[in-house]
T-cell receptor, first 114, second 113 residues
Framework: NAGVMQNPRHLVRRRGQEARLRCSPMKGHSHVYWYRQLPEEGLKFMVYLQKENIIDESGMPKERFSAEFPKEGPSILRIQQVVRGDSAAYFCASSPTGRGSPLHFGNGTRLTVT | GQQLNQSPQSMFIQEGEDVSMNCTSSSIFNTWLWYKQDPGEGPVLLIA?????ELTSNGRLTAQFGITRKDSFLNISASIPSDVGIYFC?????????????FGTGTLLAVQP
C-alpha cells in the first residue's frame, strides 16, 4: 500500500524562480495538507485541501504561495519568485476523512534557494 | 501562533533504559498524536489518542492523553539503538472548516549501545 508520495525529494532554485512541489495522497485519502519545517523546528501548518477545494489556508503566506488539489492528479504547492527564506522542508500529509483521522506524512521536498 | 511545549529538548541515554517525554498546551485539543522523525524523512505516526485520560500502547511505547486535554506523555521502555530520532507531539484541532495539527518543538533522543 503506497504511502504519501512527494516529488521531487530535493529542489534547488535561484532567487526569483518558481518552485512546484507535488504530492500524491495515500490511496483512498481525499484530504491533503501541506506543512513547512525549518531546520531544528517542528512542522508548521500551511494549508488544508480537499479535491478542488481549499478548506483552510490560514497558515499560508499572503503572497507568492498557492496550493491546489485538482480533480485529477496530485496536489501542487507553488511558490513564485522564491527568496532565500523559503528554503525549508515541505511536507505533505493525507487523511481519509477530515474529522479527527490521523495525518500520514510523505518524506518531504527539501527546497534550497540559492 | 499556538505552540506546544515539549520536554525535554534532548535526551542521551544508554540502551535498555526507559524514556519519558511530555507535551503541554495552553489550549484544549480533540486528539493528541505522537510522531517520530528520522533524518531526511517525514514524521511517522506512532500513537493516536482520542479521549481524555486514554492510555494506549504500541509495543514498547505507551502514551496518555491528559485528563484536562491540555497535555500528553510518551514513554519508551527498554530503549534500543533504532529508537534514535526526533519525537514530536501534535495536538489536533478539527471541526468547522479545519483539521490541522499543531506540533511540539520536538525531543531529540540519542541511544548509546
Amino acid at each position: 500500500n503506497a504511502g504519501v508520495m512527494q516529488n521531487p525529494r530535493h529542489l534547488v532554485r535561484r532567487r526569483g524562480q518558481e518552485a512546484r512541489l507535488r504530492c500524491s495522497p495515500m490511496k483512498g485519502h481525499s484530504h491533503v495538507y501541506w506543512y513547512r519545517q525549518l531546520p531544528e523546528e517542528g512542522l508548521k501548518f500551511m494549508v488544508y485541501l480537499q479535491k478542488e477545494n481549499i478548506i483552510d489556508e490560514s497558515g499560508m503566506p499572503k503572497e507568492r504561495f498557492s496550493a491546489e488539489f485538482p480533480k485529477e492528479g496530485p496536489s501542487i504547492l507553488r511558490i513564485q519568485q522564491v527568496v532565500r527564506g523559503d528554503s525549508a522542508a515541505y511536507f505533505c500529509a493525507s487523511s481519509p476523512t477530515g474529522r479527527g483521522s490521523p495525518l500520514h506524512f510523505g518524506n518531504g521536498t527539501r527546497l534550497t534557494v540559492t | 501562533g499556538q505552540q506546544l511545549n515539549q520536554s525535554p529538548q534532548s535526551m542521551f541515554i544508554q540502551e535498555g533504559e526507559d524514556v519519558s517525554m511530555n507535551c503541554t498546551s495552553s489550549s484544549i485539543f480533540n486528539t493528541w498524536l505522537w510522531y517520530k522523525q528520522d533524518p531526511g524523512e517525514g514524521p511517522v505516526l506512532l500513537i493516536a489518542l482520542y479521549k481524555a485520560g486514554e492510555l494506549t500502547s504500541n509495543g514498547r511505547l505507551t502514551a496518555q492523553f491528559g485528563i484536562t486535554r491540555k497535555d500528553s506523555f510518551l514513554n519508551i521502555s527498554a530503549s534500543i539503538p533504532s529508537d534514535v530520532g526526533i519525537y514530536f507531539c501534535a495536538g489536533q484541532e478539527y471541526g468547522g472548516a479545519t483539521n490541522k495539527l499543531i506540533f511540539g518543538t520536538g525531543t531529540l533522543l540519542a541511544v548509546q549501545p
